[in-house]
């Protein structure tokens, strides 16, 4: 069977992020298929999509949505519509089969598969795809596959964490990977999947599930030092949180010196308490750049939201990790359920103590289905039982006005370039825009400490 495999997604800032996991679902197929890979990521409109079935003629289409919006409320933009004009473009050349997946479309995978109209839906991860392919091309019934559903059809449960290996199709060195590297050079791998953690607004377990699923550190390494000989000049692990298992994200990056990897790299950390020198060991085996997930430094919000870890802990790694050489940076989530003045002094007066790191501030905080938060919601009447949410809605608390929120952090702010709302608008797009031009690599964020 001829396949083709889609990603949408053309999200450039704050940097574009490769489509990992188109990697992973045509890895899963099976070598007897013809599997193409196209990615939109330059293209402003379709037309390459047309003219790559014009030229291949596939049999089924695989089309990936990674995100169903910016969860900006500073400057919220949607991408529900690129889906929606990749399928009709399809259908305009080819009556090949639609199937949807990615991260974005399993948080509203039958709404998505209705408005889009496609054909097939995979929910959760991409390499149960290869069952569904088995099925069209053997012309067995579909009905009852896992993690698969069907136009007109009702939806599925959501299925188990996949079981299988987690084994990617690596990119060759001037094909898929050249916007990536031309803008930043940055290129992505994962080791691990899953989530054990219970944050009541985070959508990773329904997408991943809560069982850590590891993959071999000598693994993680092989794949590193590829996509740096495929020209990668900085890697970000994609995982939901690198350090959710301290000890295997250190044997990860034992793994990558080992293996030679000489390119600089980063990822999401939890600000969880941490074995003594891990930071230190991280920096000595090339990460550069540590992005804490901290949300909220008050104790009310912490239990609110929670959150594993503490504010002493916060403090405590954001040091160890500044005095390891790393560039830090903090994501804070502010105005959820309990946020008030008070609240929201606390943790504006703690992150003035998080020297030599950037403060990235999103005021207001995206509902998304299935998580705690959308009962809250619910039980407060701020959504409706019928609301399918794909339109972005953000969570109004109930002591403190969205746009004060946004407001006190400017005015502690005062004009400071370490404490961003938000992604930054247009101007950190502009000044990255500039910076990427002039050959600089990674994220670069780390030129906003002061």
């Known amino acids: 069977m001829r ?47 047309v003219e790559a079935i014009e030229a291949f003629a596939p049999e089924l289409v695989g089309i990936s949505l990674r995100n169903i919006d910016n969860t900006d409320s500073a400057d919220s ?23 949807l997946g990615g991260a974005g479309f399993t948080l509203f995978p039958a709404a998505l598969l209705a408005r889009a109209g496609a054909d097939y839906g995979v929910v ?19 009905a009852g596959l896992e993690g698969v559903i069907e136009a007109g059809r009702p939806g599925t449960p959501a299925p188990p964490p996949f079981g299988g290996r987690l084994g990617r199709l690596l990119p060759a060195a001037g094909g898929r990977p050249v916007p990536y590297l031309a803008r ?18 985070c959508t990773y377990p329904l997408i991943e599930g809560r069982r850590l699923r590891r993959i071999e550190p000598g693994q993680v390494g092989a794949e590193a030092r590829a996509l740096e000989a495929a020209g990668a000049r900085y890697l970000f692990m994609a995982d939901s949180v690198f350090n959710s298992d301290h000890a295997h994200a250190a044997a990860v990056a034992e793994a990558m010196r080992a293996a030679g990897v000489t390119v600089p790299w980063g990822a999401f950390f939890a600000p969880l308490a941490a074995p003594d020198g891990f930071y230190q060991s991280l920096a000595e085996c090339g990460c550069t750049h540590v ?43 502010l105005g959820g359920p309990g946020e008030g003045e008070g609240t929201l002094d606390e943790t504006l007066t703690a992150a003035e103590q998080l020297s030599k790191s950037v403060c990235f501030f999103f005021c207001g905080i995206r509902i998304y289905p299935g998580t705690e938060l959308h009962r809250i919601a619910l039980e407060q009447g701020q959504l409706r039982a019928g609301d399918d949410l794909l339109e972005p809605v953000f969570y109004r608390p109930e002591r403190i006005d969205p746009a004060e929120v946004i407001a006190r952090v400017r005015q502690r702010g005062g004009g400071r ?9 247009q101007q950190t797009e502009r000044i990255l825009e500039r910076m990427y031009a002039r050959g600089r690599t990674g994220p670069l964020w780390e030129l906003l400490i002061r």
């Open 124 to 142: 959760g991860e991409g390499e149960r795809f290869a069952a569904l392919v088995d099925a069209v091309d053997k012309g067995l019934a579909t």
């Open 184 to 201: 930043g050079g940055m290129l992505n791998l994962q080791t691990k999947r899953g989530c054990p953690f219970s944050c009541f607004y």
């Open 291 to 333: 992005e804490f997930g901290t949300d909220t430094l008050s104790a009310a919000m912490l239990r609110t939201y929670r959150k594993a870890f503490t504010a002493a802990d916060v403090l405590a790694t954001h040091r160890a990790a500044v005095s390891a050489g790393l560039h830090v940076a903090h994501y804070f989530m």
């Open 417 to 425: 370039l370490d404490w961003v709302i938000g992604a930054g608008g």
């Open 3 to 49: 396949i083709l495999l889609v990603s949408v997604n053309r999200v450039k800032v704050p940097y574009p992020v490769y489509p990992l996991g188109l990697d992973y679902v045509a890895a899963g197929l099976d070598e007897a298929h013809q599997v193409e890979l196209l990615d939109l990521i330059d293209s402003p409109d379709e037309a390459p999509l």
């Open 77 to 99: 933009r949607g991408y529900i519509d690129e889906l929606c004009r990749a399928v009709a473009a399809v259908r305009s050349a080819s009556r090949a089969k639609v199937v």
